[in-house]
């Protein structure tokens, strides 16, 4: 079936640097927009960014000249360059997509969470 799975988070120093990816897996037919999502401990979830099929892209304005996004459409993959961080930026970091793929005799539609990666910035 169809999953995303995070990775590259971890323990950083303000000011450095974190690349995180989400891969898409299964029987995909297509992936369409793709976003990135935070979640500090005592705060609602927010977008982080988000990149569409043909490589537009929308940023908070938190992250705006420091985070890029990106995605690699032959690998299903959607990437976050953190640069400059803050430990304002410490969270867990969740990307979503929106699928569409086959599941027996369908094909279906749905967005799918990955299980998050978290991201710690403190010296």
């Known amino acids: 079936q169809v999953q995303l799975v995070e990775s590259g988070g971890g323990l950083v120093q303000p000011g450095g640097s974190l690349r995180l990816s989400c891969a898409a897996s299964?029987?995909?037919?297509?992936?369409?927009?793709m976003g990135w999502y935070r979640q500090a401990i005592g705060k609602q979830r927010e977008l982080v960014a988000s990149i569409t099929s043909d490589g537009r892209t929308n940023y908070a304005d938190s992250v705006k000249g420091r985070f890029t996004i990106s995605r690699d459409n032959a690998k299903n993959t959607v990437y976050l360059q953190m640069n400059s961080l803050k430990p304002e930026d410490t969270a867990l970091y969740r990307c979503?997509?929106?699928?569409?793929?086959?599941?027996?005799?369908?094909?279906?539609?749905?967005?799918?969470w990955g299980q998050g990666t978290q991201v710690t910035v403190s010296s």
């Open positions: 979503n997509g929106d699928l569409v793929y086959y599941d027996g005799d369908a094909i279906l539609r749905n967005s799918y």
């Open positions: 299964g029987s995909i037919f297509r992936v369409n927009v």
